[in-house]
Structure formats: structure tokens, C-alpha cells
């Protein structure tokens, strides 16, 4: 007796490698939207967010402009009007991919700014003051003083707003841009299947995703390194050694009074 198998929704689409070619190929297109956007929108973020903070208030009042017209935006709507308005009024047309890596880029770094901003102010005026009794000049202290301060503490509000750069690069696939989610349309309709198309494609965002994760964990560890924050290895702090094990305990405290009758047997040591 000969045995009937019926075929599931996936077999036409798990089999079938030009789909997969074209999906693929949306992921590269993803992967290059997100890496240029992220560029621009570096480069967006710390020109803000440092004139922000200029002395002038003509350059602050000009970069808050930026920030709150950006913010208040809706990044597909500002996309649609750069791509179709703007060659109205100046008579040229960008790239589909260009005219997408400019909005994400502009509407993205302008979150970005305020990252920059509050790290920067967050460093205690102490290190500053430190600089001009060094007589550093104000882009001396920016560049050796308060930027290496600050950047460790804008990496993880960076990573996260990488992340939604990443998911924001969805918005492209209104310009014909042929992303991930463009192709994951094209695919939909050729085999009318919805759902295990949008669940492949959830995985691939999901994937991309952390792996951001994990290259900006890495990242943190070098930049908190790099000021003398970096976690010591097998080293308990004071929570963990309290809730340790009591011969950890025990380790602890001969240690100290180990160090305490060193002290006490050094030459003036004794008080």
C-alpha cells in the first residue's frame, strides 16, 4: 500500500532556494541601510549633542531646532517627503537607498544627540575644571577629558537605539527599496503564504539583531576598559561576597587581616 503524504504550508517555501536567494538579499540590503544610517546618524549625533552645549546661544537654539523638528517627525512621513517633495522644489531626486539613509540617519541622530548630550553633562565638573588648570583649550578637554569620560556611558543607550534603526529600516520598502521586508512582500505573493514568510522574517530581524547586541557588549567592555571601569575577572563585589559561601567569607576576612598586620609591621605603619 503505497503511503500519501500531504504537503504542509512550508514545503513550497522551505524548498525553494530562489526565495531564499531573494530573501537573502533583502537582509544585505538591510544590513547596508542600517550601517550607513548608523554612520550618518553618528556623525548627526555628536555634532548636535556637542553644540548643544556650545557657548553661543545662536549654535545652541540652531541644534535644539534640529532635535525637537526631527523628534516631533514621523520618520516615514519625512521619508516619503524627501523622496517625492523634495525634487519638487530643488529639481533633483535622490536614490531611493540615499534618500532612505538620509531620513533614517537625520531622524535617528537626533535621538542620538540627546545620548550625547546627557553623558556629556553627566561628567562631573571637577574633570573639567581638572582641564583648565591643565590649561587645556575647550576642544582639548572635550577630546582628551570629557569625551572618553563620556562615551562609555553612551554606548548602551546607543546599542538600543541601533537596534531600532535596524527595525526602522522596515520603512523603506515604501520607496521600492527591495530590504528585507520588501522581499519578504514579493514572496508573499508569489506563494500566498503569509504566515511562514513573516515568521522566517522575524527571525532574521531577531538574528540581526543580536548579534548588534553582542558586537555592542564588546564595545562597552573596551570603552569601560579604557577608563579603568572595565570588571575585574573572579573578583566578588560587595554583594556577591556577602551572599558567597562561608569559606569565601573566611577568605575574605584573613585577607584583611593579613593586609591590616602588614600595615602594622611597616616602618610608621603603627599609629
Known amino acids: 500500500m503505497n503511503e500519501v503524504t500531504a504537503a504542509g504550508p512550508l514545503d513550497d517555501f522551505a524548498f525553494s532556494s530562489g526565495l531564499w536567494e531573494l530573501l537573502l538579499r533583502g537582509v544585505w540590503i538591510t544590513v547596508q ?23 553661543l ?3 545652541r537654539f540652531v541644534a535644539g531646532a534640529y532635535f525637537e523638528i526631527f523628534r516631533g517627525t514621523s520618520a516615514l512621513v519625512l521619508m516619503i517627503w524627501v523622496f517625492f517633495v523634495v525634487p519638487l522644489t530643488l529639481g533633483w531626486q535622490l536614490v531611493p537607498m540615499w534618500a ?9 541622530g537626533a535621538y542620538g544627540s540627546e545620548i550625547v548630550r546627557g553623558a556629556v553633562a553627566a561628567v562631573p565638573a571637577a574633570q573639567r575644571e581638572a582641564g583648565v588648570a591643565l590649561s587645556f583649550t575647550p576642544a582639548q578637554r572635550m577630546r582628551k577629558i570629557v569625551l572618553p569620560q563620556a562615551w562609555p556611558e553612551m554606548v548602551p543607550p546607543f546599542c538600543n537605539l ?28 508569489a506563494t500566498g503564504q503569509s504566515a511562514p514568510v513573516y515568521t522566517v522574517i522575524l527571525v532574521m530581524y531577531f538574528v540581526l539583531a543580536f548579534a548588534i ?24 563585589g560587595p554583594r556577591e561576597a556577602v551572599a558567597g559561601r562561608p569559606q569565601d567569607l573566611a577568605g575574605a576576612a584573613a585577607g584583611a587581616h593579613a593586609s591590616a598586620a602588614t600595615k602594622t609591621s611597616a616602618p610608621g605603619g603603627a599609629a
Open 33 to 55: 541601510l542600517t550601517v550607513y544610517g548608523a554612520a550618518l546618524g553618528a556623525a548627526v549625533a555628536f555634532a548636535v549633542g556637542l553644540t548643544r552645549q556650545h557657548r
Open 57 to 59: 546661544w545662536v549654535v
Open 100 to 108: 532612505a539613509v538620509l531620513t533614517l540617519g537625520c531622524t535617528y
Open 162 to 189: 541601533l537596534i531600532e534603526l535596524l527595525k526602522g529600516t522596515a520603512l523603506v520598502s515604501v520607496l521600492g527599496v527591495a530590504d528585507t521586508t520588501f522581499a519578504a512582500q514579493l514572496v508573499r505573493n
Open 213 to 236: 547586541t553582542r558586537v555592542m557588549r564588546q564595545v562597552e567592555r573596551r570603552a569601560k576598559a579604557g577608563v579603568g571601569r572595565a570588571p575585574r575577572k573572579n573578583v566578588p
